[in-house]
């Protein structure tokens, strides 16, 4: 079974950078898709990005030109790179990986910016 571990979650103030990792383990297959949702109180869970074992990537609009997502394939984990960030990037952060039919999610970790 697959495991994903996240960290790098915290409190930053607005402006500020943080950079999430998530490493997976167990029965994964080198091609697959790795990504990052979020979920604020009150809303639904939103993806923020993803990225392929090619290395292909997509954003949601409201993070493009912030945050950058990138693997290492080697280590079987993604990161996701916040800049510039945003009170309303205030969220619980979970790594999702996705194999044809089958996706697994990480605990989340907080992330609270401060304005």
């Known amino acids: 079974q697959v495991q994903l571990v996240e960290s790098g979650g915290g409190l930053v103030q607005a402006g500020g950078s943080l950079r999430l990792s998530c490493a997976a383990s167990?029965?994964?297959?080198?091609?697959?898709?790795m990504g990052w949702y979020r979920q604020a109180p009150g809303k639904q869970r939103e993806l923020v990005a993803a990225i392929t074992s090619g290395g292909s990537t997509t954003y949601a609009d409201s993070v493009k030109g912030r945050f950058t997502i990138s693997r290492d394939n080697a280590k079987n984990t993604v990161y996701l790179q916040m800049n510039s960030l945003k009170p309303e990037d205030t969220a619980v952060y979970y790594c999702?990986?996705?194999?044809?039919?089958?996706?697994?999610w990480g605990q989340g970790t907080q992330v609270t910016v401060s304005s």
């Open positions: 999702n990986l996705v194999v044809i039919g089958l996706q697994y």
């Open positions: 167990g029965s994964i297959f080198s091609i697959n898709i």
